[in-house]
């Protein structure tokens, strides 16, 4: 069982991937169908359906394979146009990832199911195209060569020119997960693991890292989380910082592991007021 005793946001930035788990609500089969943008009854916009077992996480991923296989058979150019509306999205959604998570982490801290709007998600378009998911009892992947493979394996003749990456979730074992990812599963909720697509991407996303490690004043804005981990090591850097809330709402501590110096404080004062 995850330790819930601090609300907490974890990010792992390694040469290959971004990891990032939370503790809170986990992914429920709305909130799956939301990332999948598999068509959702009115209704069911406002439940919330607990995946309590492997067996439901896949029943529902075969319900949403073959809501799409149907829609795919009915229109077999509609495969190309969700691809590339996707890496439309993923471009406009460029430098925004960390923040999407960092509120996606949040409402699952506030009772929100992670994963139930949807949109935040599709920041995952902008560096990756394999992510693995492990939520509470479900663990899930996309991937655009699977699904590309499985596609053709179900349409037949249809002419597959190309494949959208979030619309066919495939199960994953968290077992084979590396030691240090698997760790990750038992001390939190959700996680996230977002192989980068190449080096350029990378290279792009750690401008963001580096403008968001900085701003420990975000975590003020986030009362439903006690603290955030950002974790980095690869061939440049082996580091830890953690923000932890302090004074009720009214301060964060930077804390840098390894470092001898006192450790910054960021505080927020009421503005003054006018006569």
Not at 47 to 52: F, H, L
Not at 112 to 133: A, H, M, Q, Y
Not at 169 to 186: C, D, M, Y
Not at 222 to 240: C, F, G, N, Q, Y
Request: glycine share 6%; charged share 30%.
């Amino acid at each position: 069982m995850p330790d819930k005793i601090a609300p907490a946001l974890h990010f792992l930035l390694t040469e290959d991937y971004l990891a990032a788990a939370n503790h809170g609500q986990p992914f429920t089969k709305e909130g799956l169908r939301a990332a999948c943008r598999a068509q959702k009854s009115p209704k069911e916009q406002t439940r919330a359906t607990q995946i309590k077992t492997q067996k439901d996480g896949k029943a529902c991923m075969e319900e949403i394979w073959q809501a799409w296989i149907a829609e795919y058979t009915k229109k077999p150019d509609a495969p190309a146009r969700h691809a590339t509306a996707e890496r439309d999205i993923g471009e406009k959604l460029k430098d925004l990832l960390l923040r999407e998570f960092i509120q996606n982490g949040h409402d699952a801290n506030s009772g929100e199911p992670f994963g139930g709007k949807g949109l935040g998600l599709r920041t995952i378009l902008s560096v990756c195209d394999n992510p693995r998911i492990h939520s509470g009892a479900l663990s899930f992947c996309f991937d655009r060569h699977l699904g590309q493979k499985a596609l053709k394996q179900a349409l037949g003749n249809i002419s597959l020119t190309d494949t959208p990456l979030m619309r066919l979730p495939f199960p994953v074992a968290r077992s084979k997960e590396p030691a240090r990812l698997k760790k990750l599963t038992e001390h939190y909720d959700t996680l996230f693991i977002l192989p980068f697509r190449s080096k350029k991407v990378r290279a792009g996303f750690l401008k963001e890292w580096d403008e968001m490690v900085d701003d420990a004043t975000t975590l003020l804005h986030l009362p439903a989380l006690d603290h955030i981990v950002w974790e980095r090591d690869d061939s440049v850097e082996k580091t830890k910082r953690t923000w932890v809330r302090e004074e009720g709402n009214n301060a964060v501590r930077m804390v840098d592991e390894g470092k001898r110096a006192a450790p910054p404080r960021i505080r927020i004062r009421p503005a003054p007021r006018r006569h």
